[in-house]
């Protein structure tokens, strides 16, 4: 239990869809590690008792729940920009709900944008579980275009570009989404790699290395078509 006297300057970006059991798990993690804490669940439509969950849960962070279920446009790309732009506080955080995101990393990535950093980058140093050869093959080729494409775009860059584990100046996000929301791919699901392919100033970024967990809890949201919204976008 760190930071809790800035804590309240933090929120935590959480998009959802049918996560009830692993929003059981996560939240009192949180409500312990980071207490003051702002928490948005951003919800694409759950069919479960996520939003009874979150707004039934009680403890020392402030959870609000944010539903999208009626919304013209779905996805866990503009699950995400709809929280940051309802997001209040200076930083934010997004992470996943099924902790594949260590929550325990919560405290260092806080420090890195304390410290003045604009992006705080959680780097993947290892995967854990047995990962499909065909998902990793997907993987590695989105990684060596993205990078490509950020390249010769002359961008920003970190290691991992395809994060979704992430944080950053609420402010700074807030502008790209309101000048160039068009830009985004919405119906997508890599949020970082938009941002760093659309944002032209120089960016101070901080790396935090973690170990991606294997999911216990709920199904992946990774599809064909969620892939392909992403391979539209590099170029």
Known sequence: MRLNDTN?????????LNEEEALK???????????????IITDDGSKDRTKEVCEKFQGRISVVFLDRTKEK?????????DAIKNTDTKYFIVMDADLQHPPEKLPEMMEKLLEGYDLVVGKRIKVEGDWPFSR??????????????????GRNRCKDIM??????????????????????????YKVLFDFLKIHKDKLKIAEVDY?????EIGKSKIS??????FFKSLF
């Open 224 to 229: 064909k078509k969620v892939i392909w919204e």
């Open 73 to 81: 446009i779905h996805g866990l790309t503009i699950s995400v920009l």
């Open 136 to 153: 990793r093959i997907i993987s590695w080729t989105a990684t060596f275009l993205g990078k490509l494409s950020l390249l010769l775009r």
């Open 25 to 39: 798990k996560l939240l009192p993690i949180l409500d312990n590690i980071i207490p003051g804490a702002n928490v």
């Open 163 to 188: 994060s979704g584990f992430f944080g950053g100046k609420t402010n700074i996000f807030k502008k790209e989404i309101s000048q160039n929301f068009d830009k985004f791919a919405l119906k997508g």
């Open 211 to 215: 170990v991606f967990g294997t999911r």
């Open 8 to 16: 309240s300057d933090f929120t935590i970006v959480i998009p959802t």
